[in-house]
């Protein structure tokens, strides 16, 4: 499975959004068509997960997580026109955050994706570890949907 998720900066504060149902503030993203070409994929999910246009710029990353077949792609994207109104159905909450100064509740990987986009290295090519907690938590949030 593959997954984009978008680094959205505006005027020096990163975009963060809320999926309904968990606390946990997340980077805009989410999964991949089959055969979709991850920048075209990057720039549907924007338009359809915050209703803006957008630019897909600089690859961040590529990140692999253990014990999962999943691919990861960060982009840093620009919006089309500056202070784009945005708007969604499918996130409960959407703000920017000081970059340097990030709520304590943001998803671990995406910690570690932030990061290195403020390294200014990139592109990476990394393997997460699992971090065992959310492994548990998602375990058990999957267990409650049956």
Do not use: C
């Not at 590529?62 to 089309?80: L, P």
Request: aromatic fraction near 12%; avoid cysteine; glycine fraction near 4%.
């Amino acid at each position: 499975m593959k997954k984009a998720y978008a680094i959205v900066i505006r005027n020096g504060l990163i975009l963060l959004v809320r999926r309904p149902g968990m606390p946990i503030w997340d980077l805009p993203g989410g999964d991949l068509l089959p055969n979709e070409n991850e920048r075209d994929g990057m720039r549907r999910l924007i338009s359809e997960l915050l209703s803006f246009n957008s630019t897909v710029e600089d690859l961040i990353g590529i990140y692999t997580k253990e014990h999962y077949e999943e691919i990861t792609y960060i982009y840093k994207v620009q919006e089309a026109v500056s202070q784009s109104r945005m708007e969604s159905h499918d996130y409960a909450d959407f703000s920017f955050f000081d970059i340097h100064n990030l709520p304590l509740n943001v998803y671990p990987d995406r910690q570690r994706q932030i990061k290195d986009y403020l390294t200014g290295r990139f592109p990476v090519r990394l393997r997460l570890k699992e971090n065992k907690w959310l492994f548990k938590l998602k375990s058990f949030i999957k267990e409650k949907r049956k």
